[in-house]
Nanobody, 121 residues
């Protein structure tokens, strides 16, 4: 199948920056979109940013102007650059990929293991 491995989480002070990475590996997967979601303690998982295979990008209003999503198709990797971090950004960030598994032509959605981002005041 496909696996997503995340890295780059950590502890940072308010106003600081972090960059998350998500690398896909395994079966050949034709991606329609990849994105980042986050879940704070006691809250539901929410969309942060998505990017399609064609380069179209969507951000949650709460992160517009501060976060940037990008991808490197050759490396099968998606990134989330987070600047101007706020305490309310504290959450577990999950990478997501959706598309078609080439070997079977079946639609597939895959999640990363999660990366904890903690922003102190």
């Amino acid at each position: 199948q496909v696996q997503l491995v995340e890295s780059g989480g950590g502890l940072v002070q308010a106003g600081g920056s972090l960059r998350l990475s998500c690398a896909a590996s395994g079966s050949i997967f034709s991606f329609n979109a990849m994105g980042w979601y986050r879940q704070a303690p006691g809250k539901q998982r929410e969309l942060v940013a998505t990017i399609t295979s064609g380069g179209r990008i969507n951000y949650a209003d709460s992160v517009k102007g501060r976060f940037t999503i990008s991808r490197d198709n050759a490396k099968n990797t998606v990134y989330l650059q987070m600047n101007g971090l706020k305490p309310e950004d504290t959450a577990v960030y999950y990478c997501n990929a959706e598309g078609v598994l080439v070997s079977t032509h079946r639609y597939l959605e895959v999640w990363g293991q999660g990366a904890l981002v903690t922003v102190s005041s």
